[in-house]
């Protein structure tokens, strides 16, 4: 059963970078689709960035594109979100996702591991 862990969340100020990382551990992440979603209360969880199992195919939230990247490194079971240009609107738990299939989508509901979240707050 694959565990993933996220870190990286934290305090930052309006126009700064943070960088989340994801590790899975139990089982490997290199065949499977990852995403990253995010979530504040009273809200329903949304996907931010996806990446196929290659990282050959990303997609974005529309709320993120030009300011965060997804990555991964499968040999470190790893994957990544580099967040750029932070918004006080970007302030959420950040969860890492891994789907049951190498293609990628932003549909949560195709996300069958999830991990505990990291929390995100971007002061103004």
């Known amino acids: 059963q694959a565990q993933l862990v996220e870190s990286g969340g934290g305090l930052v100020q309006a126009g700064g970078s943070l960088r989340l990382s994801c590790a899975a551990s139990?089982?490997?992440?290199?065949?499977?689709?990852m995403g990253w979603f995010r979530q504040v209360p009273g809200k329903e969880r949304e996907a931010v960035a996806a990446?196929?199992?290659?990282?050959?195919?990303?997609y974005y939230a529309d709320s993120v594109k030009g300011r965060f990247a997804i990555s991964r490194d499968n040999a470190k079971n790893t994957v990544y979100l580099q967040m750029n240009s932070l918004k006080p609107e970007d302030t959420a738990v950040y969860y890492c996702?891994?789907?049951?299939?190498?293609?990628?989508?932003?549909?949560?509901?195709?996300?069958?591991?999830w991990g505990q979240g990291t929390k995100v707050t971007v002061a103004s």
């Open positions: 139990g089982r490997t992440i290199s065949s499977y689709a």
């Open positions: 990446i196929s199992w290659d990282g050959g195919t990303t």
């Open positions: 996702a891994r789907r049951g299939a190498p293609a990628v989508t932003m549909s949560r509901y195709l996300f069958n591991y």
